[in-house]
T-cell receptor
Framework: LAKTTQPISMDSYEGQEVNITCSHN???????ITWYQQFPSQGPRFIIQ???TKVTNEVASLFIPADRKSSTLSLPRVSLSDTAVYYC????????????FGKGTRLHILP | EPEVTQTPSHQVTQMGQEVILRCVPI?????FYWYRQILGQKVEFLVS????????KSEIFDDQFSVERPDGSNFTLKIRSTKLEDSAMYFC??????????????FGNGTRLTVT
């Protein structure tokens, strides 16, 4: 499973766009990049997944450069309810491998 | 939208007692997982389960832990003799095709286990 590095915490204000970047220098050819969101006392929730270029859904966008060694989760016009921990996961290529969460990025949205 | 359900939401037990945490994964999913999260810490992988057997397990998942899929719908985690350090949120997850590759995990809302 590719190791990921993300900022430990970020602050932003309501209405702003928030970009959280994740580094994954040893990403493998078959690895996907997946982001989860976790609110306090709840299980992680899938946000978005991508392999290359850009993916957009109703919640977020995911930007992946050509070398795939990093990815950026973009949350448009955040609100207070977007305060959560965001996890970037990469891989694995085998279906029953361990799926390991890192420490994530604690995003705090201020009014 | 189908969801993973976990019961109970909160379990209090005395040290040394056995506990069984229950999960009902999404019905057409084939891969099942248990994670735990000690308060203020990261989500830790415990075990993955596919085709009625354990696929992977972490160092945390020692002989005190076991998992079972007793019927077509439930997936359980048993801790044989609880310790104080087992106090945590325990999350069950399922996915249709396994792993991160092209099948994300769907998590339940967890069982908060308190060992006294």
């Amino acid at each position: 499973l590719a190791k990921t590095t993300q900022p430990i915490s970020m602050d932003s204000y309501e209405g702003q766009e928030v970009n959280i970047t994740c580094s994954h220098n040893n990403i493998a050819t078959n690895d996907y990049i997946t982001w989860y969101q976790q609110f306090p006392s709840q299980g992680p929730r899938f946000i978005i997944q991508g392999y290359k270029t850009k993916v957009t859904n109703e919640v977020a966008s995911l930007f992946i450069p050509a070398d795939r060694k990093s990815s950026t989760l973009s949350l448009p016009r955040v609100s207070l309810s977007d305060t959560a921990v965001y996890y970037c996961l990469v891989g694995p290529k085998n279906r029953d491998d361990k799926i390991i969460f890192g420490k994530g990025t604690r995003l705090h949205i201020l009014p | 939208e189908p969801e993973v359900t976990q019961t109970p939401s909160h379990q209090v037990t005395q040290m040394g007692q056995e506990v069984i945490l229950r999960c009902v994964p999404i019905s057409n999913h084939l891969y099942f997982y248990w994670y735990r999260q000690i308060l203020g810490q990261k989500v830790e992988f415990l075990v993955s389960f596919y085709n009625n057997e354990i696929s992977e397990k972490s160092e945390i998942f020692d002989d005190q832990f076991s998992v079972e899929r007793p019927d077509g719908s439930n997936f359980t985690l048993k801790i044989r003799s609880t310790k104080l350090e087992d106090s945590a949120m325990y999350f069950c997850a399922s996915s249709s095709q396994g792993a991160v590759g092209n099948s994300p995990l769907h998590f339940g809302n967890g069982t908060r286990l308190t060992v006294t």
